[in-house]
């Protein structure tokens, strides 16, 4: 949408909106950034600010903006997981191809903590909207319109694995949630190219985790070739797109993948998987149950005092917080966040600032079927290194 087609009453709602966030510290000020979170909630103020609001914390907790560069990122991402920039669209959206049939989903999984996935994948989000910011001219149609991306979703060699490894599926709902939440109004259209029947179950199995707009959006094409060009063709300038997928654009050796800007994928080399050493030697054992939490509680008598954790899991992932307890209030110390304890131990420490209770939970409320066995040793330790508590 652009700002030049707001009626009297949107405007209105736009400026009450910018009163209500007046406190916010935003990323971007402007009014066409506001203007997408109105959208989103049909230009209902309260559930707008709600929305941007919430995002915001998230934003905090992950520290978005201060991303660090791709480059610091983990290598096998870098080097096995097929998404890049290949140009823009007659919209002048920023154009992202993502070869995820070519890619070995398992094997980046058991490479890569899943906070660094997240951390790879919304590090590319940010720098498109960097660069949108800083080149208008090229990815926006005027300075009144709303920045935007267009996806070519290439399933070229996507079979049943891609299904089948449960992690796979969870990081990618959970990764259309985070898009949802935090960058609405940002998908302009998804081509989906290449897919074979069975990509049906996917896409069903994706459908509550995306929008009715979005899901709007989505163009899916099978193996007719000729078809799903001709559909990118009435998108694209040819020299905005890779030869491989009907236009001009190549590598500058002339390779018409243009693998220069995104990878092919590939199965992943074990010499990248995690070593499991998840050694249970001095650790004690609980079982969370599935769809409920463990917490345990621990007196910290000395502020600065320092709590450590080292502690795996048996079964899958389980989502980790510390909170200190203010009257009968869990003030979050150590943020709520799935760990990906099952594939390498979780170890970690906090000063302890204040005195008091201090809450550490282990949550497994998310997984409706499984239960996780919890190996932990969490200690407190003076400054003196002299233990004051263990559980």
């Given at each position: 949408?652009?700002l030049k087609?707001?009626?009297?009453?949107q405007?209105a709602?736009?400026?009450?909106?910018?009163?209500?966030?007046n406190d916010?510290?935003?990323?971007?000020?402007s009014d066409?950034?506001l203007?997408?979170w109105l959208?989103?909630?049909?230009?209902?103020?309260a559930k707008?600010?709600?929305?941007l609001?919430?995002?915001l914390?998230w934003?905090?907790?992950?520290r978005v903006?201060?991303?660090?560069d791709?480059s610091?990122l983990?290598?096998?991402?870098?080097?096995y997981?097929a998404?890049?920039?290949t140009?823009v669209?007659?919209?002048k959206?920023y154009?992202?191809?993502v070869r995820?049939?070519a890619?070995?989903m398992?094997?980046?999984?058991l490479?890569?903590k899943?906070k660094?996935?997240?951390m790879?994948?919304?590090?590319k989000?940010e720098t498109s909207i960097r660069?949108a910011k800083?080149?208008?001219?090229?990815?926006?149609?005027s300075p009144?319109t709303?920045?935007?991306?267009t996806?070519?979703l290439?399933?070229?060699g996507?079979?049943?694995r891609?299904?089948?490894?449960?992690?796979a599926?969870d990081?990618?709902?959970?990764?259309?949630?985070m898009?949802e939440?935090?960058?609405?109004?940002?998908?302009?259209r998804?081509?989906v190219?290449?897919?074979?029947?069975i990509?049906?179950?996917l896409?069903?199995?994706?459908?509550?985790?995306?929008?009715?707009?979005?899901?709007?959006n989505?163009?899916i094409y099978?193996y007719?070739?000729?078809?799903?060009k001709?559909a990118?063709?009435?998108?694209?300038?040819?020299?905005?797109?890779p030869?491989?997928?009907?236009g001009?654009?190549?590598?500058p050796?002339?390779?018409p993948n243009c693998?220069?800007?995104?990878?092919?994928?590939?199965?992943?080399?074990?010499?990248?998987?995690?070593?499991?050493?998840?050694?249970a030697?001095?650790?004690?054992c609980f079982t969370?149950?599935?769809g409920?939490k463990?917490?345990?509680?621990?007196q910290?008598?000395q502020a600065?005092?320092?709590?450590?954790?080292?502690?795996?899991?048996e079964?899958?992932?389980?989502?980790?917080?510390?909170y200190r307890?203010e009257?009968?209030q869990?003030?979050?110390?150590?943020?709520?966040?799935?760990i990906?304890?099952?594939v390498i131990?979780e170890?970690g420490?906090?000063?302890?600032?204040?005195?008091?209770?201090y809450?550490?939970e282990f949550?497994?409320s998310?997984?409706?079927?499984r239960s996780?066995n919890v190996?932990y040793?969490?200690?407190?330790?003076?400054?003196?290194?002299?233990?004051q508590?263990?559980k």
């Amino acid at each position: 949408m652009d700002l030049k087609q707001l009626n009297d009453d949107q405007r209105a709602t736009l400026e009450q909106f910018r009163e209500a966030v007046n406190d916010c510290k935003l990323p971007d000020s402007s009014d066409v950034y506001l203007l997408r979170w109105l959208i989103a909630r049909d230009f209902n103020i309260a559930k707008a600010e709600t929305m941007l609001r919430k995002s915001l914390e998230w934003r905090q907790t992950n520290r978005v903006d201060e991303m660090i560069d791709e480059s610091e990122l983990p290598e096998v991402m870098r080097k096995y997981f097929a998404v890049g920039h290949t140009g823009v669209d007659k919209y002048k959206s920023y154009t992202v191809t993502v070869r995820y049939g070519a890619m070995d989903m398992k094997g980046i999984l058991l490479s890569v903590k899943k906070k660094n996935y997240f951390m790879y994948l919304t590090q590319k989000l940010e720098t498109s909207i960097r660069e949108a910011k800083t080149n208008p001219e090229r990815y926006t149609l005027s300075p009144t319109t709303i920045y935007q991306v267009t996806i070519i979703l290439d399933l070229a060699g996507f079979s049943m694995r891609h299904i089948t490894f449960k992690p796979a599926l969870d990081i990618c709902f959970e990764m259309l949630q985070m898009n949802e939440t935090n960058y609405p109004e940002f998908l302009r259209r998804v081509f989906v190219i290449n897919a074979p029947k069975i990509f049906s179950i996917l896409y069903s199995l994706s459908k509550p985790f995306m929008h009715e707009k979005t899901t709007s959006n989505v163009r899916i094409y099978g193996y007719n070739v000729e078809q799903w060009k001709a559909a990118l063709l009435e998108d694209f300038d040819p020299q905005e797109l890779p030869a491989c997928y009907g236009g001009t654009l190549t590598d500058p050796d002339g390779n018409p993948n243009c693998i220069t800007m995104v990878n092919m994928g590939g199965e992943v080399p074990k010499s990248y998987y995690f070593t499991r050493n998840l050694d249970a030697t001095n650790k004690k054992c609980f079982t969370v149950p599935n769809g409920s939490k463990e917490q345990l509680e621990f007196q910290v008598t000395q502020a600065g005092a320092i709590l450590k954790w080292d502690f795996h899991s048996e079964g899958g992932d389980i989502a980790f917080a510390v909170y200190r307890k203010e009257d009968s209030q869990l003030i979050a110390v150590v943020p709520h966040d799935r760990i990906d304890c099952h594939v390498i131990p979780e170890e970690g420490l906090i000063h302890c600032d204040e005195t008091g209770v201090y809450v550490v939970e282990f949550d497994n409320s998310f997984s409706y079927f499984r239960s996780k066995n919890v190996w932990y040793s969490i200690t407190i330790e003076s400054s003196t290194s002299e233990n004051q508590n263990d559980k």
